[in-house]
């Protein structure tokens, strides 16, 4: 009631459901093997997770997604729903706070979980990508020999290839998928265990080992336990890294959408050197007419992820002393840029680059006026004389026009 109509709810979010059940069933097997939990609980909370993590239960967890209180409302959400339904499994009373919160916190859990959640949503992230680089690099060996005429300031450059051109996008989305890869690599040091602002107050000894180690064989992540639980709580500056790199990424896609956009001008009055698929009308009143509709939607989309991602950044930033409360509006912002970056990489590669095609013929054309043999002979007469020949030869095809 607190947090008004959601545009997102903890339900709307399976992977958060998921991941919170497995750090709570991790946290009831370390509790179980210290004696803080008798094995009737420890085993009714077992069962709870199991059906929660088989996703009988989404619809119990109603509450907003972001709210105020750092995260304390998803936590005892959790605890309910594992509490009333362990209860009813085991036969006997087993407590939200005193049972299925053991050991535990608000501060532990939920950055937990929350890397988790991100760690299992990014996966679709780079196989989009990953996609989209295979068919850049596919479209690099079917043109490989095509030559093209380079621009640099929109003015005519010198000669490369069509198949240069395409794998040096492919390289530059791949440098990108790799950061981001280095980036999710840091979650993986979680901090359950680090109980109130890193202190560990209310855990007894080894709890933090068991419990991630179990919380790694349920997950078959390769978590480890955080080596210092104030820095973990405290700064999320990890999360500013996986969000920047996501725009990162989403620039570089719209640059390469943008120089499409630009190269398939015309047909009869601009570039017109590449020719994109046509997947649907481009007016309501010009027939026949094609616009580079895909390319302009990646492009979008950008300007959306890149806007998340400053949310992200304000967020992190907004940490104070030792605890950052800010955690679910990041968990919610870097849904939205996910979701953005898998929809506009699988569009953009099935729908653009794998029909995309180049005209040969204009290519051809223009790629004579490149700069290349002027290069060549400003390396043997000087840069001076080059450039009185080049003038001479444009002055003499302005007359010839």
Known sequence: MNFGTPRRRFADVPALIRSYAHVKGAAASANLTLGVLDSTRAQGIQDAVSEILAGRHDQQFPTALVLGGGGTTSNMNVNEVIANRASQLAGTDVHPNDHVNASQSTNDTYPTAMALTVLDLSAPVVAAVENLIAALERKATEFAEVRRLGRTCLQDAVTLTVGQTHQGQATGLKRGVTSLQEALKELTAVPLGATVLGTGIGAPEGYSELAVAELARTTGLPLTVNDDFFDALAHLDTYAAVASTVARIATLMAKIAADFRLLSSGPGGGLAELTLPAVQAGSSIMPG??????????????????????????????????????????????????????????????????????NGQRLESNADEGYDKWVALAAEDGYDAAAAQVRSSRAAKTREV
């Not at 996910?338 to 699988?346: E, K, N, Q, V």
């Open 289 to 358: 007419k094609i616009n580079p509709a895909i390319p302009e939607f990646v492009m979008q989309l950008s300007y959306r992820i890149r806007g998340a991602s400053h949310t992200v950044e304000s967020a992190v930033a907004a940490g104070e002393l030792e605890l950052n409360v800010m955690e679910p509006v990041i968990v919610d912002a870097l849904i939205d840029m996910f979701d953005d970056l898998t929809g506009a990489a699988a569009v953009f590669t099935e729908r653009c680059v794998n029909g995309l095609e180049w």
